[in-house]
C-alpha cells in the first residue's frame, strides 16, 4: 500500500486530481495520508481538509534552521504513516535529509519535457516562456523521482502537448496543466503496482 503525502504550494489542481482518482479506485493499492504545504493559505489545505485528510502548514519560516525543518517534517510524515511522497505544485526546495530518507519513493511533476527546460528558476509560467522562446513544437509534462538536483531524477512518466502557432505562455500552460491531472494519476497507478520504469537519466 503507497500511504501518500502530497506537498505543494498553490491552488492544488493536481492535488485535486490524484485525490479524485484515489476516491474513485483508478489508483488501486494508494491512499493519501497527508497533504503539507509551505503556505498557510494554499488551496490544497482546504482541499484537503474538506477531504477529511490531515493537511499541515510547515515552513522553514517556522524554524531556527533547515535541519530542525527537516527533523519537523519527517515527524510528521512518520506520524502518519508515510512511505511514499508526491510533489504537486511545491515551490520549495526538499530538505536533503528528506530526500535522502524517501529517496527511490519521492517523486514531482514539471510542466515541461525534461531534460529539456529544467533545474534552477524554471517553475510556473517562466517554463513555458522557455519553450516559445526555444522555438520547440511540442511541450508536455513529466513525472520524475527527486533527487538532490532539480528536475533530475529517473522519469516515470512523459505526456507531450503540442505548441501552437500564436501560443502565449499562459495559453500553453493551461493545455500542459490538464496533461498534468491526467499524468500524475496514471503515474501513481504505475507505481502502486511496482510497474514504473527506474531508468537513469545521463
Known sequence: ????????????????????????????????SLVVSNNSGA?????????????????????????????????????????FVALAGYMKRVPPEVVAAFRGRMVNIHPALLPRHGGGGMYGIRVHEAVLRSGDTASGATVHYVDEEYDHGAIVLQQEVPVLAGDTPAALAARVLEAEHRLYPAALRMIAAERAPALKRT
Open 43 to 83: 488551496g490544497i489545505l482546504g482541499i484537503a481538509r474538506a477531504a477529511g485528510i490531515p493537511a499541515f502548514h510547515l515552513s522553514q519560516k517556522q524554524y531556527p534552521d533547515e535541519r530542525s525543518f527537516a527533523r519537523a517534517v519527517l515527524s510528521a510524515l512518520e506520524a502518519h504513516g508515510v512511505n
Open 1 to 32: 500500500m503507497l500511504n501518500i503525502a502530497v506537498f505543494g504550494s498553490g491552488a492544488g489542481s493536481n492535488f485535486q486530481a490524484i485525490l479524485v482518482a484515489v476516491q474513485q479506485g483508478d489508483i488501486p493499492g494508494a491512499r493519501i
